[in-house]
C-alpha cells in the first residue's frame, strides 16, 4: 500500500466514524443553499455562520447552567406515539381558529425580542414571513421596531406580547397601541419580575443598559452602607410588584382576549381562568430565567385537566419537530409557539429563512399525523401518546 493509500484509508475511516457523525455542532464545511435545508437544525447551523457569536448567543442561550433549555428538548424523548392503522388519511387538515382567528396550522411564532440582532430588517421580515404561511406572530414588547411599523409589514395576524412597566399608565398606553395597531390578542408574561442570570450574555457583555445602572447603582448604595432600591441589589422590572389583581385591571382595558404566558402549575392555571384570562400558555420562557424548572410538555397534562374546556392551553419550549408538535396536541395543548427556530430562519436567509422554517415544522406535522392515522386536529386525543414516568 502507498502511503496515499493509506491516507485515503484512514481518512474514509475517520469520516464514517460514529464519533464525529454524531457531533452535533459540526458546521458545513461550505454555507447552504436554503433548498438544501432539511431540519430545523440546519437552519440554527446556518444562522451561527453568518451572525456575530454575542448575537448567536443571546439567541441560543439560557440562564445559569442551563438546565431547563436543555429540559425542554429531553423531556420530548419520554413520549412515545401509538398510532392507529388503517385510517382514510387522504385528506389531511390542520386548520383551526383561535379566539376568532382562522389559521392554516397550530404552530405559531413566540414573542422574542431585538430580531434586528439577526437580520437588519428583524421583525420586519419575521411577521412577513409568518404571513406567507398565514398563521400568527406575536410580538414582543422589546421589539426593534415599534408595533405600529411591523403591523404596517405584517400580511397576516399578530399578538402583542406585554411586559408590564415602567407605570401602570405606560402598560396601558403600550397595550392600547397594540390594539390600536390591529393585535388580535395580549400575552403578558408573569414569570419575569426580575432580570435573570444568563452567564453567555454577561461574558459578552450583552447586560443591556437599564440592568447595567441598577447593578452600579446597587453596587454603589453597598459601598456607601446605604439600603439598596430593590432587595439584595437584585435588578428587578415592574412586574414584581404585580399580584393578579393586575390580570383583573389588565383585561377590563385590553379589549382583546388576554393569554397568561409563563404558567407551569396547575394552582396557577386555575387563577388564570378565575381572573378572566381567554387563555393560557405554558412557558419557561425557553430556559432564560428561573433556571431547574421543568420541561414544559411535561406539566402540560396536569394545566390541560386543571382548566378543563373553560379556556384553550398553548405551550411553547424545545418544539423542533412536527412529531414534537402532535405530542403537544395529543396531551391536549391548542396549539404550540416556537421562538429560536424563526430566529435561525431570519439570521439564515431573511424573511424567506422565517417562511420555510414554518413550512418545514407545517409538513413534518402533516406526515407525523398521517403516519399516525389522525386525519385532522379533532383526531388527536391522549390515546395517541405514551408518557414515560
Not at 146 to 168: C, E, N, S
Not at 341 to 354: C, K, N, S
Request: charged share 25%; net charge positive; glycine share 8%.
Amino acid at each position: 500500500m502507498t502511503r496515499r493509500e493509506a491516507t485515503r484509508g484512514f481518512l474514509a475511516l475517520l469520516a464514517g466514524s460514529p464519533a464525529l457523525s454524531a457531533q452535533p455542532d459540526r458546521l458545513p464545511d461550505r454555507m447552504p443553499a436554503l433548498e438544501e435545508m432539511i431540519s430545523l437544525f440546519d437552519f440554527d447551523q446556518v444562522c451561527r455562520r453568518r451572525i456575530q457569536r454575542e448575537a448567536y448567543d443571546f439567541v441560543s442561550g439560557g440562564s445559569d447552567d442551563e438546565w431547563t433549555l436543555r429540559r425542554n428538548r429531553e423531556a420530548f424523548s419520554k413520549i412515545t406515539l401509538r398510532p392507529r392503522m388503517l385510517v382514510d388519511v387522504t385528506r389531511l387538515d390542520l386548520s383551526l381558529t383561535l379566539f376568532g382567528t382562522r389559521v392554516e396550522m397550530p404552530i405559531l411564532v413566540a414573542p422574542t425580542g431585538t430580531h434586528s440582532r439577526v437580520h437588519p430588517e428583524g421583525e420586519l421580515a419575521t411577521a412577513r414571513g409568518a404571513g406567507r404561511v398565514k398563521t400568527i406572530m406575536a410580538v414582543s414588547s422589546t421589539s426593534s421596531f415599534p408595533i405600529d411599523r411591523i403591523a404596517k409589514d405584517a400580511t397576516g395576524p399578530l399578538w402583542f406580547q406585554l411586559y408590564a412597566g415602567p407605570d401602570a399608565q405606560a402598560t396601558r398606553e403600550r397595550v392600547e397601541n397594540a390594539v390600536a395597531a390591529g393585535c388580535k390578542a395580549v400575552c403578558f408574561t408573569v414569570d419575569a419580575p426580575y432580570y435573570p442570570h444568563r452567564e453567555r450574555d454577561l461574558r459578552n457583555r450583552l447586560v443591556r443598559p437599564e440592568v447595567q445602572r441598577e447593578l452600579l447603582t446597587a453596587r454603589s448604595a453597598r459601598r456607601s452602607g446605604e439600603a439598596p432600591a430593590s432587595p439584595y441589589g437584585l435588578p428587578q422590572r415592574f412586574t414584581a410588584q404585580l399580584t393578579w389583581s393586575f390580570v383583573d385591571e389588565l383585561v377590563s382595558y385590553a379589549k382583546v382576549p388576554v393569554l397568561i404566558k409563563g404558567i407551569l402549575t396547575a394552582d396557577d392555571a386555575r387563577l388564570a381562568v378565575a381572573h378572566g384570562a381567554a387563555g393560557v400558555i405554558v412557558s419557561n420562557h425557553g430556559g432564560r430565567y428561573l433556571d431547574f424548572t421543568p420541561g414544559t410538555i411535561e406539566v402540560l397534562p396536569e394545566i390541560v385537566d386543571a382548566v378543563g374546556a373553560k379556556i384553550p392551553v398553548l405551550i411553547d419550549g424545545g418544539i423542533r419537530r412536527g412529531t414534537d408538535v402532535l405530542k403537544a396536541l395529543a396531551l391536549g395543548a391548542k396549539a404550540v409557539l416556537i421562538g429560536r427556530p424563526p430566529l435561525w430562519g431570519l439570521g439564515a436567509f431573511g424573511e424567506t429563512g422565517v417562511a420555510r422554517v414554518l413550512e418545514m415544522l407545517q409538513t413534518e406535522l402533516a406526515l407525523a399525523m398521517g403516519l399516525a392515522g389522525k386525519p385532522n386536529l379533532a383526531a388527536v386525543d391522549r390515546s395517541l401518546v405514551s408518557v414515560e414516568r
